[in-house]
Structure formats: structure tokens, C-alpha cells
């Protein structure tokens, strides 16, 4: 499945865009799938992507949980607010 | 009655508290303000510039201002947090909550903003102060 | 800078903290206010009544000010607190207090209250709520 | 030495006044000296003095302090501000 991923902060600086979409195996990939399948596109934010969780649909997912089509997916990593 | 708010707004926030009704079961209220500092990381900036991820941030505010309200048993918390330019000396982040006994909301306040910094999808970009060389339009 | 202020005032302090200007080095400025409860030890109240040592209270509460900077290195403090009638919902007590981090500022909040409440000579009287008799002229 | 003593809050509801006179038999008494007079001259009161300390001058005193003529002296019992 093909999941558009949202970027924020310093990882959309890394990627010098707001939005990546990726290609998962899976036909229903779960968040891990989501995050692994991120890492192997963009070898060049793989430190960066350690630190980072998946959102679905604004709230924190599990590793295991099942992304859909339509779901909003974002990348989180390291927040600076305050 | 126990009361979690919190918005994201565009620039700075008001610096002011204003506590305009105050209910008599609240004996302690805390405000937090949080000021963009003229240096980060050892350098000197004019300005920090916010990103939030609309509207999960807000979301995540809210959810902690709620779960603290629980674990301190405090009486309300109301948070907000700057969206975009906030210059050094204004205020970018405001917490303030309400308590019977103030140890309470000291306690509230120090675990939100530190749950905050590592949950809410908010982050900053300094915007670096011209050097002087450019300030004169020459070098010195 | 380090700076310490305390004062005495007649009555009821002001709610709202403004802060006009903030220097560019405090990151953080923690406001607690002391609001008059409805309840004293289980019984309605209308008011409380202050009575200070003047100027001991005050001289107590700025040398408080000061050993807090020094203990917990925040930038400065100021406390002032009501003498004479305060109502339910009203504030008696206010502390601000600037920082580079939150955490010493929270902390020193913590401590000055705690010391405030052992060592400045000041008194409170309940003044209670009239019952409902007396309200209505007649025993209900 | 004779000295005037100011009373406040819940002693000087106790005491019904705003000050006592208390007299010492040293001619230059400290603070403790002070104290044991006015616990000896008040039988009643005794309870609330043994959590009071002397203030002279504005300042909480030691029990060595010694009290001058001039110097003004108060007991501060249990306070309850904030």
C-alpha cells in the first residue's frame, strides 16, 4: 500500500519537503511497517528516524496499529515546544 | 469542577494574567509563562518561529491538561502555546492552574510542560540576530 | 540581574500580573497567587482578616526573596501580600518569579511559601459567612 | 529591667491586649530571659509561648540576644500568612 506521510520540524528540513509517500509491502501495513518501509526510501534520515513515532489521525499509534486507506499518517520525531 | 483547556494561537501571547472570577474552592493559582530567551544553543537570535501539527497538537495539549487534572488533583488547567514569530521577551507558552493547596499545582505544572516537550508536536526554528556587520551594512 | 521586592498592601491584591517588559534572559516566570477560600477548617467564611508586623512582615519576605535567589539561582522575585479584610475569591498573596529554566523557578516558589508560612509575621482571622438565619432574618 | 512586649494574632487574643510590660530581674536580659518572664507573669498562656520566638528590632532573636533599653521587642508565635 502507499502511505503519504506528513513531516514536521527537522525531519521536513532533512527531506526539504513536508510530505513523503511511501510504499509498504503490506496490503494493510501496520505503523512499524509504515516507519521501516520510511527508513529503507531515506537511508540519509535513518538516525533521526529512530527517535521518531508514527501519528494516525493525530494521536500516537502503536507499532502494531493497522494503517488505512484515508488515514492521516505523520512522522514525529524529537518536539521542541515551550 | 475539574476543567482542561488548551488552544494554539497565532504570534505571541498576552503577557497578561488576568484572573478576572476566581472560585472559592481554588486557594492557589500557578501561572507559568514561558519567554522566548535572546540566545539559543550560544548564539544570539531576534526571534524562535513555531510549527505546530494542527490539530493534534492542540489535541495532545488537551489530553495532558486533562490527565494531570487526575494524577494532581488539581482543579483546572488551561494551556496555551504560540503558533509562528515570537520575538525575545514575549511570552510563547502560557500554563496556568488552578488548586486547593499550591504544592499541587507546582507539581501539575512542572510534570505538563515536561510531558509537553516530549509529546506535543510543536517545534521551533531560531531566527538568528543579524550580525553587526550586517546591522551597519558594512564590516567592522 | 538578581533583584528581590516584597510589600504589604491594603487589601486585596490585584489579579491580573502584567508583564510589561520581560529581559531576555528569563526563559521562564512562575506567578502564584493565594486565593481566599470559601471554607476555613470546615466552616464558611465571608472573608479573612489579615494583621501583619509592619515592617517586619516585609522585611522577613524581602530577605526570603533574596536567600531564594541565591539558593535556587533564578533571576528575581517579588511577593507582596494583603493586609486587612480579604474576601472569598480574592487574592492575598502573590510571588513571581523569573528564571532561566522553569524547574528553579517552581522549586523557589515551593521553598519561599513554605518558609513564608513559618517565619513572616503575618495573622489571618476568619471572618465568618453570616448563617442562613441571619441572612434571612428568621430561622429557616 | 522592665520591657515592653508587642502580642499579636492569636496571643493577642489570648492576651485581650496588644502588648505587655514584662519585668526581669537581670538589669541586661536576653531574649530567653524575656520569654521565661513572660511565660511566669502569663501561667495561661504558657502553652502558646513554648512555639514563640522573641523578635528585636525586626528581626527573629536568639536566646542569647541581648535586649536593650529602646529596642522593640515582640513574641511571634505560630504565623498564617499566604
Known sequence: ?82 | MACAVAHIMDGPLNPSVTHGHMDGGAGAVVTFLGVVRSEEHGARIDALEYTTYDPMAERILRALAADAIERFSVRSIAAEHSRGRVAVGECSFRLTIASVHRREALDAADWFIERMKRDAPIWKRPIPAPSPAVIDGAAI
Chains 1, 4 share one sequence.
Request: hydrophobic share 50%; aromatic share 2%.
Open chain 1, 1 to 82: 500500500m502507499r502511505v503519504e506521510v506528513l513531516l514536521f520540524g527537522p525531519l521536513a528540513d532533512a527531506a526539504g519537503r513536508d510530505s513523503l509517500s511511501v510504499n509498504t509491502d503490506a496490503t494493510q501495513p501496520t505503523a512499524r511497517d509504515v516507519l521501516d518501509a520510511l527508513t529503507q526510501a531515506q537511508p540519509a534520515m535513518r538516525s533521526m528516524l529512530t527517535a521518531c513515532r508514527l501519528a494516525v489521525n493525530h494521536a500516537f499509534a502503536d507499532d502494531a496499529t493497522l494503517i488505512r486507506a484515508g488515514d492521516e499518517v505523520a512522522v514525529i520525531g524529537l518536539v521542541s515546544g515551550g
